[in-house]
C-alpha cells in the first residue's frame, strides 16, 4: 500500500510535544520505509525541512540528513502540468492551494493513502483516501464525493536509489 507523508505527519515524528502522535507518527514512516511504500514529494521535504528548522524540532544538519535519508525513498517533483492539475483540484474541490499540490502529487504517485492531520479524514479521490493517522479506528468523517482522477496524466515520480525492482 503506497503511501504518501504531508509535512504535518513528518513533523511530529521527529517532535518532542506530543508523545503520543509523535509514536503513532513514528510508526507509520518506519512501516512504509520497511515496506518501500514510503512517498513524499520535493514539496513536502522543503516543507519539512523549513518546518522542523523554524519550529527547533531539530538542527540545520540533522534536518538535512533526514531530508537526504527520506530523498532515498520515492519523491514525486513538481512540475508545470502538476502544478495545473492542482489548480484545477483546488477550484473543483476548495482544497487550499498548497494541500492540492499534495493531494496531485500523490494521485500522481499512484499512492492508496495521503497520511495528513490537515486535510479531511476518509475523504477520496480516486483511488487516494486521505487519511489522518491521528484519529482513532472508525471515527471516520462522512467522506466527500470522490474526485475523479484524469486518466490522461504524466506521473512525475522519482523513483528512490532502493528502486521497485
Same mark, same amino acid.
Given at each position: 500500500?503506497?503511501?504518501?507523508?504531508? *509535512?504535518?505527519?513528518?513533523?511530529? +515524528?521527529? $517532535?518532542?510535544?506530543?508523545?503520543?502522535?509523535?509514536?503513532?507518527? &513514528? *510508526?507509520?514512516?518506519?512501516?512504509? *520505509?520497511?515496506?518501500?511504500?514510503?512517498?513524499?514529494?520535493?514539496?513536502?521535504?522543503?516543507?519539512?525541512?523549513?518546518?522542523?528548522?523554524? =519550529?527547533?524540532?531539530?538542527?540545520?544538519?540533522?534536518?538535512?540528513?533526514?531530508?537526504?535519508?527520506?530523498?532515498?525513498?520515492?519523491?514525486?517533483?513538481?512540475?508545470?502540468? =502538476?502544478?495545473?492539475?492542482? /489548480?484545477?483540484?483546488?477550484?473543483?474541490?476548495? =482544497?487550499?492551494?498548497?494541500?492540492?499540490?499534495?493531494?496531485?502529487?500523490?494521485?500522481?504517485? &499512484?499512492?492508496?493513502? =495521503?497520511? @495528513?492531520?490537515?486535510?479531511?479524514?476518509?475523504?477520496?479521490?480516486?483511488?487516494?483516501?486521505? &487519511?489522518?493517522?491521528?484519529?482513532?479506528?472508525? +471515527?471516520?468523517?462522512?467522506?466527500?464525493?470522490?474526485?475523479?482522477?484524469?486518466?490522461?496524466?504524466? @506521473?512525475?515520480? /522519482?523513483?528512490?536509489?532502493? $528502486? &521497485?525492482?
Amino acid at each position: 500500500m503506497r503511501r504518501f507523508f504531508d *509535512t504535518n505527519v513528518l513533523v511530529y +515524528a521527529h $517532535g518532542r510535544d506530543d508523545m503520543a502522535k509523535r509514536e503513532l507518527a &513514528r *510508526t507509520s514512516v518506519e512501516e512504509a *520505509t520497511a515496506e518501500d511504500e514510503f512517498v513524499v514529494s520535493a514539496q513536502v521535504l522543503a516543507e519539512f525541512y523549513w518546518t522542523a528548522v523554524r =519550529l527547533k524540532v531539530m538542527g540545520q544538519a540533522q534536518a538535512q540528513a533526514v531530508v537526504r535519508l527520506w530523498s532515498e525513498h520515492d519523491v514525486v517533483v513538481q512540475t508545470p502540468d =502538476l502544478v495545473l492539475r492542482a /489548480i484545477s483540484l483546488h477550484r473543483e474541490h476548495s =482544497l487550499a492551494f498548497w494541500d492540492a499540490l499534495i493531494v496531485q502529487a500523490a494521485l500522481d504517485a &499512484r499512492c492508496d493513502l =495521503l497520511l @495528513s492531520e490537515d486535510l479531511q479524514h476518509g475523504r477520496r479521490f480516486g483511488d487516494l483516501e486521505i &487519511r489522518n493517522p491521528f484519529v482513532a479506528s472508525g +471515527a471516520h468523517e462522512k467522506p466527500a464525493a470522490p474526485y475523479r482522477a484524469r486518466s490522461t496524466r504524466k @506521473s512525475a515520480v /522519482i523513483p528512490g536509489r532502493r $528502486g &521497485r525492482g
